[in-house]
Each structure stands twice: as C-alpha cells, then as structure tokens.
C-alpha cells in the first residue's frame, strides 16, 4: 500500500495540493487535501455508480502518509485521532460505517472493494523506516481543522507515545 499514497497523488495532481508535513525525529505524517474533482476524477476512472461518486464529492479527503523515522515500531490506530472545527469534535466515520452503506445501497463488490483499498487502516504496525498511507473522509468543513494524534511505540506498545498535532488542515476546494 506503500504506492497508493503516489498513485493517488498522481491521479490527484499533487500541484495542486501539496502534502503538509508534520514531523519529529520518529515519525512523519505528511497530509494532503484533496479536492473533490481530483478524488471523483480517481473513482470515476475506476467505473464507480454515480451513486457513489455524488455522495463522495460532498465528504473531505486528506491522503495521508506515516513514515516511521525510527527504529522501534510504531503502532498506528485511528481510533487515537482526533478532529476538531471551531473548538468542536469533528466525527471521521470509521471505515466499516462506510462499507456497510455501499452494500445497503447495493454497490457493485469491485468498487466497494477499490475504495476500502484507497482507505487508510484503522490500525497498522509500522516497523523502523516502514511508510504506509491512504485517506481519511471528514465531513466536508470550511476553515482549519484542527488533528491530534497519537501513536504507541515498542514491540508490545509500552514505548513512550509519540504526540502529533497541526491546527491547519482545510477541505481542499475545486
């Protein structure tokens, strides 16, 4: 999954939208918006029901990618993330809250399949130097949006915690 991180950068346009970097000597997040043509452009290049394409245009995506620098693992859980608009709890739907509406709305398998691969895993094990990515859906905001992440470290997760944070994430517009 390493590539997907490049191939939806390439079929984004990373001009556009270039990644935000946010960085200590463990780890790197690298964060970038995307906006709802470059992300529809991707799916509707994959045959995605126009079901699916309307209902995605109206989310928030950020590509995500976590590198770890250093050389203990690090252990990835978004269940440690938190969003924030305005001072207030900014919900990311959990992948499987995703999966189950598309085969509610009876969605070809092929396209439910696609998009649970452009998600980022819910939790991950990123061993020393290993880099990993995928999106995150928001609901769509406008203004900064505020992420506080944090991450488990050693074998057995009794490492010290590595704190990310950066207060000026946005929605990337068309």
Request: charged share 20%; net charge negative.
């Amino acid at each position: 999954m390493h590539h997907l991180f490049t191939i939806l950068a390439a079929a984004a346009g990373v001009a556009a939208t270039q990644p935000i970097a946010v960085s200590t000597e463990q780890i790197e997040i690298q964060l970038a918006p995307r906006t709802p043509d470059q992300l529809m452009s991707f799916y509707e290049a994959r045959g995605f029901p126009s079901e699916m394409i309307g209902i995605l245009s109206q989310q928030c995506f950020i590509t995500v990618r976590i590198h770890n620098k250093s050389k203990d693992k690090i252990w990835h859980d978004l269940a440690n993330w938190q969003f924030s608009h305005n001072g207030k709890p900014l919900k990311r739907e959990h992948r499987n809250y995703w999966l189950e509406k598309w085969h509610a709305m009876n969605m070809p398998q092929a396209s439910i399949s696609t998009f649970r691969w452009t998600l980022i895993p819910e939790t991950l094990d990123y061993l020393p130097d290993e880099e990993e990515g995928g999106n995150i859906i928001l609901p769509r905001v406008t203004g900064p949006i505020s992420v506080k992440a944090s991450f488990a470290t050693g074998d057995d997760k009794q490492g010290p915690v590595l704190n990310i944070e950066y207060h000026k994430l946005h929605c990337a517009e068309d």
